[in-house]
């Protein structure tokens, strides 16, 4: 168990997302990284906002290397119609005040698995799990953002892990805020997560990818991952 509670089985592989991608070549470096996932933003607000067409491009560029996810922040249908249709990924993430029924219902509609990202401050935050458990397939433990921030997520800024302790053990999760090259190998090694979620930890500027950071990150997390698995299997022999 780890510092947080949580349990893996250790033949589970920590599932590794590069989001906000805006070019081939950030698409290109993520794949040649070894991540799971690629995030694409349709979020206009966002530096990592892509166009739907633009988006389909990089979709395809990733199809059947990685798993496709589109990004929405509270979208209108005929937006996720729209990138249903044309980009066509894998799964659909809800980084806004999307509602259970919401959530549940685009799931019905594409038929795809969806994601609900759910901000994290203090330990009052964690009472919408179980809102948003039966709804998602997935769910994104972010950092809240600031009361006068612009736009959802974590902006770049972590939070409290220790909070996670109080959540079901068996829940899988993905862990997103504050994560980079530097810090990744610690919240690996001391939450346990399922799967991990980096943007800003792994840019030289807003909405522009570093490959280097990226590959940075992923080897981290991969390393940090084995060395967690490994000590489990002692801890059990």
């Not at 805006?22 to 070894?34: N, P």
């Not at 990138?83 to 549940?104: K, Y």
């Not at 685009?106 to 964690?126: C, H, Q």
């Not at 800003?200 to 967690?228: C, M, Q, Y």
């Amino acid at each position: 168990m780890s510092a947080t509670g949580r349990t893996r089985a250790p033949a589970d592989r920590l599932s590794i997302k590069i989001c906000g991608l805006t070019d081939a070549a950030a698409v290109d470096a993520a794949l040649d990284a070894g991540a799971d996932m690629i995030g694409l933003v349709f979020f206009p607000p966002s530096p990592r906002h892509v166009a739907i067409a633009d988006g389909a491009a990089l979709a395809d560029r990733a199809r059947g290397r990685a798993e496709i996810v589109a990004l929405t922040v509270d979208a209108e249908e005929a937006t996720l119609d729209a990138i249903a249709n044309r980009v066509r990924p894998t799964l659909l993430q809800f980084h806004g005040r999307e509602t259970p029924d919401v959530v549940r219902a685009a799931r019905e509609r594409y038929g795809i698995p969806v994601m609900k990202a759910l901000g994290v401050a203090t330990a009052a935050d964690l009472d919408r799990v179980s809102d948003y458990r039966d709804a998602a397939d997935h769910l994104l433990l972010d950092a809240k953002p600031p009361k006068d921030a612009t736009r959802p997520g974590g902006n770049g800024a972590a939070f409290d892990w220790s909070l996670l302790a109080a959540l079901d053990p068996a829940l899988p999760y993905m862990l997103s805020g504050g994560l980079d090259p530097a810090t990744v190998a610690d919240a690996v090694r001391q939450v346990r997560p399922a799967a991990i979620d980096v943007s800003s930890g792994v840019e030289h500027a807003p909405g522009r990818k570093d490959p280097a950071l990226i590959h940075a990150f992923v080897t981290a997390a991969r390393a940090a991952d084995e060395t967690a698995a490994t000590d489990r299997s002692r801890e059990t022999a």
